[in-house]
Nanobody
Framework: QVQLTESGGGLVQPGGSLRLSCAAS????????MNWYRQAPGEQRELVAS???????NHADSVKGRFTISRDTTKRAMYLQMNSLKPEDTAVYYC???????????????WGQGTQVTVSS
């Protein structure tokens, strides 16, 4: 079983920065994609950023130029550097991974438990 553990959330003032981390553990043969999602109260979960197996990244328009997704394949970790934070960035941030446990296995979807990010003065 694969587990994803997020860390790095917290309370920050507008204009501040946070760095979220996501560490993967368990049996992982290959990783097809790793994404960050967020969900604000009363809102649907939305994709914030993604990074594919070849390192291609994509960021939502609302965070482009402020957030940066990255990964460390040796540590099976993913990061989200968040700069110039705004109150509207307040949400629970979730780590997502699509991975296969063996060469013959179909990839499965895995989610972390979420980490709260609050941007407020």
């Amino acid at each position: 079983q694969v587990q994803l553990t997020e860390s790095g959330g917290g309370l920050v003032q507008p204009g501040g920065s946070l760095r979220l981390s996501c560490a993967a553990s368990g049996i992982i043969f290959s990783i097809q994609a790793m994404n960050w999602y967020r969900q604000a109260p009363g809102e649907q979960r939305e994709l914030v950023a993604s990074i594919t197996s070849d390192g291609t990244t994509n960021h939502a328009d609302s965070v482009k130029g402020r957030f940066t997704i990255s990964r460390d394949t040796t540590k099976r970790a993913m990061y989200l550097q968040m700069n110039s934070l705004k109150p509207e960035d307040t949400a629970v941030y979730y780590c997502y991974m699509k991975s296969a446990r063996a060469p013959w296995a179909q990839p499965s979807d895995y989610w972390g438990q979420g980490t709260q990010v609050t941007v407020s003065s």
